[in-house]
C-alpha cells in the first residue's frame, strides 16, 4: 500500500516532534524580560488598589425594544458580551441603535478607551472599546483614569486566573447570573509604576497579536482548502466536461457508484463494563466518536483487553482504516478520521475499506467525505439524535476518477492540512506563552527588563 494510501502524509493533530521547520510566527523583536534573582516575586513598588479606585466612572447598559425597528436603524455601535472575547480591543459594533434608541432606552454610549466589563452572560470577559458604542445590560463600562493607568495593563490584569476565580464565586441570580457592581468595583488589583504598565502591556500585546496573526492565516487556509474541494470535486484536474450526478456536476470521466460498492463497512463494540478483565490493564485502542476529528489517529483514551475484544462485537481494524463518526453530541456525527495503529471501536464508529486499493484510496475517502460533510449529516434517523448507520454510507453516492488523479489531489489537500496544522500549533504555543506571561507578570514573579521597541 502507497503511502499516500495509509494517510501516512496527513498530519497528526497535537502531535510533538514532528519534524516541521520552526520560526517565530509573527513575533518579531519579542521583548525581553527577566526572572528576579532573589525572591522571584519583588512588589514593593506596586500598589494594591480597586478597580473602583481606578476608575472615574461606570456605565450601565440596556436593549432597545426590537419592536421598534427605528431603534435599529441608526449608527451608533451597539455591542453584547458575545462581542468579547477574541479580541481585546474592540473597533466595530455587533449591530447599531439610532439616537432615539439611546434617549429612550436603558442602553448607554460608553466613551472611547474605557474598559467593557461582562457583568451577567459571559461573566467575566474584558475588552477595551477604541470607539464610542453602546453597551447591553449584560455589561459595564469601567471608565479609567488614562493618566495614571495604562487601560491595555488593567484589562490584562482582569483576565488573571485570581481575579476570574473571584468573580465566578460571587455570581448570584436565579436564573442568569451575573455580579454586582459592588462586586465589579471591589476586585482587587496590584498596580506597578506606570512606565512599568506600559511595558508589561506591551509584552502581553506582542503575543497577542502573534496569536491573532496565526488565526488569520489559519481562517485563510480553511478558506482556500474549502474552495480547493470544491473545484476539485466538481471539475477534476483536466478541465474536462461535467455531467450531472444525485451528488451534482462531477468530470465526466468520474465513476459514479454507492459507497457500498467500493468498499466495506462495518461497525465496532463495546465491552461490558461490568466484567473488570475487559478493560483492566487494556493494550489494544479503543476509538469513540469524539476521537474521529479529521486526524490521523494515533492513540485513545481508552483501551480494552484481548478478552474484551474476543467476548463483545468490537473488532481490530488494520492501520490505515478510514473511520467515521456515525452518531455523538454536536457536530460529531458525519466527521471522519484515519487510524495510525492498529485499533478497536465502539459501535458509533464505522470502518470504511476499500475493497480494491488499487482503485480508490483510503485517504482519497477521507477528503471526500469530508467534503461532504452537510450532506452525510442529513442522513440518518431518530427522533432527538439524527443517527447514521453502516447501510445508509453503503447507499451515499460516490464519484471518484482515476487512481493517479486521486494522488495528486489528495497532494493538493494535504499541503494545505499540514499549513493548517502547522499555525495551529503556533498559535497553541503563543497561547501557552501568553498565559504564562500574564501569570508571571501580573505577579512580578518575572520583571519587565528591557524592550527591542518602544512601549505602546
Known amino acids: 500500500m502507497s503511502n499516500f494510501q495509509r494517510g501516512a502524509d496527513i498530519p497528526v493533530r497535537h502531535s510533538e516532534g514532528n519534524g516541521y521547520p520552526e520560526y517565530n510566527g509573527g513575533l518579531e523583536n519579542p521583548p525581553s524580560v527577566e526572572r528576579d534573582s532573589e525572591s522571584g516575586r519583588d512588589m514593593r513598588d506596586w500598589k494594591k488598589t480597586t478597580v473602583g479606585k481606578v476608575s472615574t466612572g461606570f456605565l450601565s447598559g440596556g436593549t432597545p425594544s426590537t419592536s421598534r425597528a427605528d431603534y435599529w436603524k441608526g449608527e451608533i455601535p451597539w455591542i453584547t458580551s458575545k462581542w468579547l472575547g477574541d479580541k481585546l480591543e474592540l473597533t466595530t459594533g455587533e449591530k447599531f441603535v439610532s439616537e432615539e434608541a439611546i434617549k429612550n432606552t436603558a442602553t448607554k454610549i460608553v466613551p472611547k478607551d474605557s474598559i467593557i466589563f461582562a457583568t451577567r452572560v459571559g461573566v467575566g470577559k474584558v475588552g477595551i472599546n477604541r470607539i464610542d458604542l453602546a453597551i ?88 482556500l482548502k474549502k474552495a480547493l474541494m470544491h473545484k476539485l470535486f466538481t471539475e477534476g484536474l483536466r478541465n474536462e466536461p461535467q455531467k450531472e450526478t444525485e451528488i451534482g456536476l462531477v468530470p465526466e470521466s468520474w465513476e459514479v457508484c454507492k459507497v457500498g460498492d467500493v468498499a466495506k463497512i462495518q461497525s465496532g463494540g463495546t465491552p461490558s463494563r461490568d466484567v473488570p478483565e475487559n478493560w483492566r490493564d487494556g493494550t489494544i485502542p479503543w476509538v469513540k466518536t469524539g476521537e474521529i476529528n479529521y486526524c490521523v489517529i494515533k492513540d485513545t483514551e481508552e483501551k480494552i483487553t484481548p478478552t474484551g475484544l474476543a467476548n463483545s462485537a468490537a473488532q481490530l481494524f488494520p492501520t490505515g482504516t478510514l473511520l467515521m463518526a456515525m452518531y455523538g453530541q454536536g457536530i460529531t456525527r458525519g466527521k471522519v478520521g484515519l487510524l495510525g495503529i492498529e485499533a478497536a471501536t465502539n459501535q458509533a464508529c464505522a470502518s470504511i475499506i476499500p475493497i480494491d486499493q488499487d482503485q480508490i484510496s483510503s485517504v482519497f475517502l477521507y477528503y471526500f467525505f469530508e467534503f461532504q460533510y452537510e450532506n452525510l449529516r442529513q442522513l440518518g434517523h431518530g427522533a432527538n439524535q439524527r443517527n447514521m448507520s453502516a447501510g445508509l454510507i453503503r447507499g451515499f453516492p460516490l464519484s471518484f476518477p482515476k487512481f493517479e488523479e486521486q494522488a495528486a489531489m489528495i497532494a493538493a489537500f494535504e499541503s494545505l492540512d499540514k499549513k493548517r496544522y502547522f499555525h495551529e500549533r503556533k498559535r497553541t504555543q503563543f497561547q501557552g506563552l501568553f498565559r504564562t506571561l500574564l501569570h508571571e507578570l501580573m505577579n512580578a514573579k518575572t520583571r519587565v527588563h528591557q524592550l527591542n521597541s518602544p512601549a505602546a
Do not use: W
Request: glycine letters at 4%.
Open 136 to 223: 447591553n445590560q449584560d455589561l459595564a463600562g469601567v471608565l479609567i483614569d488614562n493618566e495614571n493607568y495604562d487601560i491595555k495593563f488593567l484589562a490584562y490584569q482582569l483576565g488573571i486566573d485570581s481575579i476570574q476565580q473571584y468573580v465566578a464565586m460571587n455570581k448570584r441570580g436565579a436564573t442568569i447570573k451575573g455580579i454586582t457592581r459592588d462586586c465589579l468595583e471591589q476586585i482587587q488589583l496590584n498596580i506597578p509604576p506606570l512606565p512599568e504598565q506600559k511595558k508589561i502591556a506591551h509584552i502581553l500585546s506582542t503575543v497577542q497579536r502573534a496569536i491573532e496573526a496565526q488565526e488569520r492565516i489559519i481562517q485563510t487556509t480553511t478558506e
